[in-house]
């Protein structure tokens, strides 16, 4: 069946411009996560959405990044004001739900460069 | 401290060798771990999951959970040059609504 799917696979954006990375989970997964990872780095988490709950905004660097979940399925990450530290690998990964036993799913990333 | 946490590596071992990768958990009441695989420039894939103490074999992998201890292990028999890559362990923040938390990754350099 259809993996995690992430659009666009990479975006050039000059300094000050916003952007936003989608994100379309396998169908019927409710937990969806966002990660940045920066070249030679590890998994940054940046926010968890589980259902109908309340998000974990825990991760977000700063104010200018924000994420949405619409009718529990495709998910965007927006980040405005780009600026030149924000260049990272932007990862999505949805399971089956909040139950321990469910192992994430990445998509492919979205490789944002900002110039 | 963090919830999962792993030796960054490298780690390296000569081709055939057995590579045991390792990762300590915090969250006493954890029940599940994975472990995935990212090659450079490629997204994780999950290679392993473990649901209770003990042993996993799948192939040449097997996964080792510890409760008691709290550490999860991942041995890789008959290393071969194309398992070289980063090794990440996941375990669920049961005071997080179960999110899933990864180490930090341990590379892996076999040799030829």
């Known amino acids: 069946g259809a993996g995690v799917s992430q659009s666009p696979s990479n975006k050039v954006t000059e300094k000050g411009k916003d952007v936003e990375l989608r994100c379309d989970p396998i169908?019927?997964?409710?937990?969806l996560y966002w990660y940045r990872q920066s070249l030679g780095q590890g998994l940054e988490f940046l926010i968890y959405?589980?259902?109908?709950?309340?998000?974990?905004k825990s991760g977000l660097p700063s104010d200018r990044f924000s994420a949405e979940r619409t009718g529990g399925s495709v998910s965007t990450l927006t980040i405005q004001r780009t600026q030149q530290e924000d260049s990272a690998v932007y990862l999505c990964?949805?399971?089956?739900?909040?139950?321990?036993?469910?192992?994430?799913?990445f998509g492919n990333g979205t490789r944002l460069t900002v110039t | 401290q963090k919830e999962v946490e792993q030796n960054s590596g490298p780690l390296s071992v000569p081709e055939g060798a057995i590579a045991s990768l390792n990762c300590t958990y915090s969250?006493?009441?954890?029940?599940?771990f994975f472990w995935y695989r990212q090659y450079s420039g490629k997204s994780p894939e999950l290679i392993m999951s473990?649901?209770?103490?003990g042993d996993k074999e799948d192939g040449r992998f097997t996964a080792q959970l510890n409760k008691a201890s709290q550490y999860v292990s991942l041995l890789i028999r008959d290393s071969q040059p194309s398992d070289s890559a980063t090794y990440l362990c996941?375990?669920?923040?049961?005071?997080?609504?179960?999110?899933?938390?990864f180490g930090g990754g341990t590379r892996l350099m076999v040799k030829p």
């Open positions: 473990i649901y209770s103490n």
């Open positions: 169908s019927g997964h409710t937990a």
């Open positions: 959405f589980q259902g109908n709950s309340a998000p974990d």
């Open positions: 990964a949805s399971s089956e739900g909040g139950a321990p036993n469910s192992p994430l799913h």
């Open positions: 969250d006493r009441g954890s029940q599940s």
């Open positions: 996941a375990g669920p923040y049961l005071y997080a609504g179960n999110m899933l938390t």
